[in-house]
């Protein structure tokens, strides 16, 4: 919100401090809204709006998958050292992708801005992440594999 | 007053014609950690979409490109300096991540443990970097 008012390009020093000053007075009334009795002990109880308000549960699900996708990740890693072979070269092709491409994802969503802009990143974004899993697949099928050509490259 | 105070913090952004906005910031290990996830993330999504589409349309097999490496007879510090560069920013967001998740877990957010948490992953990353790296 500081940058987004203006900030960014000071044309001239008295312009900055004017829009500075202009935030900085609104931030305090907001704060005196927020309920005093909660922030004791570095914590602060904070409150969601009930579930009934959500349209759809597509965002939750989408917040949840990508924990279960990271955990999956997380457990690939070892499995690639452990049991290296065709299923943990495909598994790990398609988990690293999906991971990658929600990441981006997240990405596109906190920086791009306006209706046009977000369409074409997330347009890129799948012809990225497409490319790069059938990248990935066709170096498991007609190469070494994801888990050998880690070992191939340490054995340097 | 805050509005005028935090003007004479951005001063020297101010003066060398940058924006005032990261330099009027209190920056802390959390948020800096926070955005070197996001950074490493970001560099080993590359580095797996690189990989990707090079073995889609770089001709020769993985065993060539290993040999035309191998040929250049780099010392085993050098080689051990590139293991580390490439196991480090995976360890920082592995463990970092597993941070994450834990707090996804609603456990560990309170400030001193986001430190405590912050610096056991940096610790982590160093160790099992080095380690690894030396594999």
């Known amino acids: 919100w500081l940058w987004r008012s203006g900030l960014g390009k000071p044309r001239n020093g008295r312009a900055a401090a004017v829009l500075l000053n202009k935030f900085l007075l609104a931030r305090p009334v907001a704060v005196l809204t927020r309920p005093v ?4 002990h570095q914590t602060c109880k904070f409150h969601t709006s009930p579930r009934s308000f959500a349209g759809s549960k597509a965002a939750s699900l989408h917040w949840t998958s990508e924990r279960a996708v990271s955990i999956l990740l997380l457990g690939l890693l070892p499995a690639a050292y452990l049991y290296p072979g065709a299923a943990v070269d495909y598994s790990l092709a398609a988990t690293l992708t999906l991971h990658g491409h929600w990441g981006l994802g997240q990405l596109v969503t906190d920086y791009v801005h306006g209706e046009t802009s977000v369409k074409v990143a997330n347009a890129g974004l799948y012809l990225l992440s497409a490319l790069t899993f059938a990248g990935l697949c066709y170096f498991n099928y007609h190469d070494v594999g994801i888990c050998r050509a880690v070992a191939m490259l340490w054995s340097l | 007053m805050a509005a005028l105070s935090l003007r004479h913090v951005g001063r020297h952004c101010l003066r060398a014609h940058l924006s005032p906005r990261l330099c009027i910031r209190n920056w802390s290990l959390p948020m800096a950690m926070s955005i070197c996830h996001r950074g490493t993330g970001v560099a080993l999504s590359a ?5 990707g589409l090079s073995a ?11 040999e035309l490496v191998k040929s250049l007879c780099l010392g085993p510090s050098l080689i051990y300096t590139a293991k580390f560069a490439l196991v480090f920013p995976l360890m920082y967001h592995t463990w970092n991540g597993i941070r994450h998740l834990v707090w996804d877990l609603g456990k560990g957010l309170k400030i001193p443990q986001l430190y405590q948490s912050g610096v056991a992953v940096l610790v982590l990353t160093v160790l099992s970097s080095v380690g690894l790296a030396a594999m």
Do not use: A, M, T
Not at chain 2, 47 to 51: A, D, H, I, T, Y
Not at chain 2, 56 to 62: R, T
């Open chain 1, 37 to 40: 009795e909660d922030c004791h």
């Open chain 2, 56 to 66: 889609l349309l770089i001709p020769g097999n993985f065993e060539s490109h290993l």
């Open chain 2, 47 to 51: 580095g797996v979409s690189l990989f």
